[in-house]
């Protein structure tokens, strides 16, 4: 596509509910990141996908947190019993190299609400 | 490790007046270098980005930084402010030979008429 897609775009959810948020890369690109935003923040990194494989998941807050990307394409957040600190958007971006040179486009983010 | 500040969570300034939002990393090897922008309830969008070659790069809507390594500086500007410039704006480096970003706090700027 011509760009990032990620949905829902909006996601309400009670504690404890177990949440999967979806990204579609541009279609060729390598790599692929999810962030997360909290209110008023900057994008904190969580993972990093070089086609299938997941090369850096250091910025998962916790093993509630899980991410694949089984064909090297399409990537799934998927969030288990989540708490309300999890609240957030969640972003995705991808690239077309390994390395940054060349930039990452950026999808309009999953608004996560926990109630 | 990489780390990025930006000075001044919020710059407010006249329409027509020039825009300098602040941005310095720390790195013992200079980064790739990266600015977006974040309108409300959107995704990142990249102005400019700075790899290799001219230190001084034009991006979109009018906008450009100095890559300045002996300040470790990488300032975007814009000689006359629009309204719709009113956004919030992240610094992003990465780390050559790595390959994701570490964003800044951000600057909301907004333009007043």
């Known amino acids: 596509g011509a760009g990032v897609s990620q949905s829902p775009r909006y996601k309400v959810a009670k504690r404890g509910q177990d949440v999967a948020l979806r990204c579609d890369p541009i279609s060729g690109h390598v790599s692929l990141f999810w962030y997360q935003q909290a209110l008023g923040q900057g994008p904190e990194f969580l993972t990093y996908?070089?086609?299938?494989?997941?090369?850096?998941k250091s910025g998962l807050p916790s093993d509630r947190f899980f991410a694949e990307r089984p064909e090297g394409s399409v990537s799934t957040l998927k969030i288990q019993r989540t708490q309300q600190e999890d609240s957030a958007v969640y972003l995705c971006a991808s690239s077309l190299a390994e390395y940054g040179i060349y930039g990452y486009t950026f999808g309009s983010g999953t608004r996560l609400t926990v109630v | 490790a990489q780390s990025v500040t930006q000075l001044g969570s919020h710059v407010s300034v006249s329409e027509g007046a020039l825009v300098l939002l602040r941005c310095n990393y720390s790195?013992?090897?200079?980064?790739?270098l990266f600015w977006y922008v974040q309108y409300p309830n959107q995704g990142l969008q990249l102005l400019l980005k700075y790899t290799t070659g001219a230190t001084l790069v034009k991006g979109i809507n009018g906008f450009e930084a100095e890559f300045k390594k002996s300040e470790t500086s990488f300032h975007l500007t814009k000689p006359s402010a629009h309204m719709s410039d009113a956004a919030e704006y992240f610094c992003a480096p990465v780390v050559q030979g790595a390959q994701k970003l570490v964003f800044g706090q951000g600057t909301r700027l907004t333009i007043n008429p």
């Open positions: 790195s013992s090897v200079p980064p790739y």
């Open positions: 996908f070089q086609n299938e494989a997941q090369l850096d």
